[in-house]
């Protein structure tokens, strides 16, 4: 398996652009997750998806931020409109759910993104 | 999910066993430890979990005193490529699936 894809690997946009992230999840995996990290924050969790459907995204911070899973093997985050306090690396996540004992995440390669 | 505590940072000797602590006073009986590393940037990636018994795989061992309330993640044969952010995380099985990474342990590995 080719493992979590993401993509853009970096994004760089002026500020008010809309910015898509893109990820494909490991194939059999029916939990998706999508985290950010920074210097200031480390590493949060924004939202996750159960089976496409989104479970909590208590961790989205502002209305500007959105995510769809509309396949199990697709999922996007947007942020509409960008702001240079988006800057960070955005990482998405899959793992197995109910019925296996570890649970593991595996991480993609992340996106780098830069709002000027 | 319970809180947990890392020292900020730690060095090992490349070839020596790096022994990494975690604390987790307040954790749950149905209350898992696992640990993650994130070599500089990569994505985090799973290293190991248990719930009472010490565990053992082809990366590391985990180590879990007999009250759970710390654990010590142990490399073996550490090599400069074990040189990583190293997160402990306590979560309940069950619930969602989600982690809470905190701050993590910088390990440097010396040549």
């Known amino acids: 398996d080719a493992g979590v894809i993401q993509s853009p690997r970096h994004e760089v946009t002026e500020m008010g652009q809309e910015v898509t992230l893109r990820c494909k999840p490991i194939?059999?995996?029916?939990?998706l997750f999508w985290y950010r990290q920074t210097m200031m924050r480390g590493l949060e969790l924004l939202i996750y998806?159960?089976?496409?459907?989104?479970?909590?995204d208590s961790g989205m911070p502002e209305d500007r931020f959105s995510a769809k899973m509309p396949n199990a093997s697709f999922s996007t985050l947007k942020i509409q409109p960008s702001e240079p306090r988006d800057s960070a690396v955005y990482f998405c996540?899959?793992?197995f759910g109910s019925g296996h004992s570890s649970y593991e995440q595996y991480f993609g390669p992340g996106t780098r993104l830069t709002v000027t | 999910d319970a809180k947990t505590t890392q020292p900020p940072s730690m060095d090992c000797a490349e070839g020596r066993a790096a022994n990494l602590p975690c604390n987790h006073s307040t954790i749950s009986g149905n209350e898992y430890v696992y640990w993650y590393r994130q070599i500089h940037s990569q994505g985090p990636q799973y290293i190991i979990h248990g719930l009472k018994n010490n565990e053992t795989n082809e990366m590391a061992s985990l180590i879990i005193t007999e009250d759970r309330k710390s654990s010590t993640l142990i490399l073996p044969h550490a090599t400069l490529r074990d040189t990583a952010v190293y997160y402990c995380?306590?979560?309940?099985?069950?619930?969602?699936?989600?982690?809470?990474f905190g701050t993590g342990t910088s390990l440097t590995v010396i040549p």
């Open positions: 996540a899959s793992s």
């Open positions: 998806f159960n089976n496409n459907v989104p479970i909590d």
């Open positions: 194939s059999g995996h029916d939990y």
């Open positions: 995380i306590v979560r309940v099985a069950h619930t969602g699936n989600q982690f809470y």
